[in-house]
């Protein structure tokens, strides 16, 4: 609770903020998804190595976690506006060159363009700026920008089935590259005003306050966040990436694959907004430590499912679950440390939650290259899950210590 002698800076004002960016965001991050969608058909012309176009999304998500960090100082030094726009021009590049086909281009348009310049330039720094527009909803404002990539899987692959199924995927990534531009670069113009400026109240566990948090050494409970957000982000990647080749595998059709990530992603997205409401009122590590218990109970649900009503059913709870992990550590690093130091430590959170889904997205794709089927995967993201679990205890016991101290 902010003190009565502070104004909170929300206003009608910053829920159109967080409105656009969510909207920018749940554009720019279409733009991977077709990758995934037409990942057997990429893989088709490379023998049939599913780990290829798999680790092309890999680069993305490493590629946007740097490249989170470095446009993060750029926004923080001209703004965000800049950064947005100019990461938008990026993306487009990235699908143009992706478009040239595998290996090579496809690794580079993803990895350097697509990720590094382009989603690196909007992800991250939106965290930063969004969060600055509140103090009393944080949490549900986080939620909601952080649902970008959500409500883009949710919406995308359907669309991108059929449009590949028709033009092919080369011209579907030229044709996306040109509506991301059209919409994103007028939306970020327009709207991304600086944010407000005002002095606000120290929280007693803010590192300002101390020179530990939660009585251990600021970093050590950083790397601690580290590990959490990274553990948590590989196994959230293997269904993901993969469900609709493995939808395939099964016998159903690619367009019934992507309807399932669609059902999937798109409970992530609602069910995010609700995790956001309960952040707000327990606190992100709290929040972090249900998310993580949601999403090992649903990796269990994908090992023993087959069957196409099943999958779907196992699908949305299973988006429903892990949703509000990644919010809810960005939201714990605003409770634990003060906000200037928030420019390096969101999007260095950010990164270890790239690499997460990379990493994760392709292991998956290794381990069924080298079993020729995807239950070694989703065990092995069950294993990573419940260190996950370990990890977030860890810090959810030593805040109640505290707390109670």
Partial sequence: MLQSTFSSVETRRSWVVASVALLIMGIAFGAPWITLVALKDIAAEVRGERSIPAFASALMWMGSGVGGILMGRIAERIGIRFTVIFGALMVAIGLALSSLGPTLPLYIGHGLFMGLIGIGGINAPFYVYVSRWFDRRRGSALALISSGAYLAGALWPPIFARLIAYAGWRHAMLYYAAFELV?????AALVLAPPPQQERPPRKHEAGVSKSVLGWPPNLVFALQMVAIFTCCLPMAMPQTHLVAF????????????????????AAFFSRQLWGVISDRIGGLYTMLAGSACQAVGM??????QDEVGLFTVAGLFGAGFSGLVPANVLTSRELFPVEEAYWRMPTLLLCSGWGMATGGWLAGLLYDHFGYYAP?????????????????????????????
């Avoid at 919409?183 to 939306?187: D, F, G, H, K, Y």
């Avoid at 989703?378 to 990890?391: E, I, M």
Wanted: proline letters at 2%; one cysteine or more; aromatic letters at 6%.
């Fill in 183 to 187: 919409l994103i670069v007028p939306a």
């Fill in 247 to 266: 939808c395939s595998d099964l016998g159903i059709s690619a367009a019934h694959g992507a309807a399932m990530l669609s059902v999937l992603l798109g």
């Fill in 300 to 305: 269990v649900a994908f090992l023993l499912t």
């Fill in 377 to 405: 995967a989703f065990a092995a993201g069950l294993a990573v899950n419940l260190l996950n679990f370990a990890f977030i205890s860890t810090l959810a016991l030593r805040r109640r210590h505290v707390d109670g101290a």
